[in-house]
């Protein structure tokens, strides 16, 4: 065995552990990156010749389309082979395509079918790592500090999210999008090097079964769709990141630049929300309800609607701010108590494929939304088309409610055995 067994003797141990560490630098690393490019990408795209919210959208969809194309396919490959090597792979396709992305806006006038093609590289990039990154934290910690683990998780993630959106905004300012977008490449790159050095604790049964592809995605599918709960809460996902995603990718960098002062601004409020996701990770440390699900729905449904409500109805900016934090912290506890729960109740052969299952399911309608966002802030304006996202977020967000299952799955309760298709 490479690492010592880990011994569980406090939630902060696990920062004395060394493939934790590995892991918890290179996600901060990543996810510095990740929040910083798309920051820069919009800024960089409205600012170039020939830019506009219409022309931004398209470019956000060539990301995400290909997300959704190749997620089940990163699912099954995470599956199947050692997960920290899936992610490093997914890191270089990221960095290539951001950097790539950097260097067209840097020359100025950039071909927008090579910026397309650049942007559908990181969402295959994306595809590929995140049901590898979804997976690998039980591998390296035990049943009993899986908590904790997501909690300090969320904390780095958040940190790293502060500090990404508002050099962003410092560095947009001082150098343009596309020298941002460079710098973001060559982050990624550096993130990738602790991946490349983590080896799992243990191997959780990854799939061996000898199956096809299509096989393995069946498979994974059965164990998705056997549980209400998961499936319900993705659904209601997929509507509610479409609005976030117009809200936040394009509706709101085109309103903050024609009203409210540009990319400092909107740096500013993404921040806030970055502190609000860090407060959340650290009350998750320490809240550990036992409906996780149900809390889950609940924080979402009472803090995500309020800050673009706010924005639409032209309201003061320290409103939104607080709001926006707020919108954090619910976002933060999701994200804890989801990973938790669907890592201590799905089986880990299979956790990659359902993981891959949800981050398509999520972000199922997030394409179409960003292809819409554009013209709706031509036809409607930005402020209606931000009251508009708010409105619909107001309804979605609380529809998981509806779900018994939702409502009363416990943490602890034995999930049923699920029957081969």
């Not at 599918?221 to 509610?240: A, C, K, P």
């Amino acid at each position: 065995m490479l690492w010592k067994p880990l011994a569980p003797t406090g939630d902060l141990a696990l920062l004395r552990d060394s493939p934790f560490l590995l892991l918890l630098v290179g996600r901060f690393v990543a996810i510095l990156a990740s929040v910083a490019a798309p920051v820069a990408l919009a800024f960089g795209v409205l600012a170039a010749p020939g830019g506009t919210p219409t022309r931004l959208s398209i470019v956000m969809a060539c990301e995400s389309i290909p997300l959704l194309a190749f997620v089940l396919v990163g699912g099954v490959i995470a599956d199947r082979v050692q997960r920290s090597r899936v992610v490093v792979v997914g890191l270089v396709l990221s960095a290539v395509s951001f950097g790539s992305i950097g260097a067209m806006l840097v020359q100025g006038a950039p071909s927008w079918w090579l910026v397309g093609g650049a942007a559908a590289v990181s969402g295959i990039g994306i595809a590929v790592m995140n049901p590898a990154l979804a997976a690998i934290v039980p591998e390296l910690v035990p049943v009993e500090q899986l908590h904790a683990a997501n909690s300090i998780i969320g904390v780095a993630r958040n940190v790293a999210r502060i500090l990404g959106v508002v050099t962003a905004g410092l560095l947009v300012t001082l150098l343009g999008g596309g020298w941002t977008l460079v710098g973001c490449g060559t982050a990624l790159l550096l993130a990738a090097a602790p991946f490349a050095f983590l080896r799992p604790r243990r191997v959780l049964a990854h799939s061996a079964s000898g199956k096809s592809l299509f096989g393995d995605l069946r498979d994974g599918w059965t164990e998705f769709r056997s549980r209400e709960w998961v499936w319900v809460v993705v659904l209601q996902s997929s509507l509610h990141f479409a609005c976030y995603g117009a809200a936040i990718g394009v509706i709101g960098p085109a309103l903050v630049t024609a009203e409210l002062g540009g990319a400092k601004t909107w740096s500013w409020l993404l921040a806030c929300e970055s502190a609000g996701t860090l407060a959340g990770a650290v009350l998750a440390l320490r809240w550990k309800p036992e409906r996780t699900i149900l809390a889950s729905v609940i924080a979402v449904a009472v803090t995500m609607p309020t800050p673009f409500i706010l924005l639409g109805l032209d309201a003061p900016l320290p409103a939104v701010l607080v709001a926006i934090f707020f919108t954090g912290v619910g976002m933060s506890l999701i994200a804890v108590l989801w990973s938790v729960t669907v890592q201590l109740k799905i089986p880990a052969h299979a956790l990659s494929r359902v993981s891959s299952y949800d981050a398509l399911g999520s972000l199922l309608m997030s394409p179409l939304a960003l292809m819409l966002a554009g013209p709706a802030v031509a036809l409607l304006g930005a402020r209606p088309a931000m009251l508009l996202c708010g409105a619909l977020l107001v309804v979605i967000t609380a529809s998981g409610l509806i779900s018994r299952d939702v409502r009363t799955v416990k943490l602890n309760q034995p999930e049923p055995p699920v029957e081969e298709p």
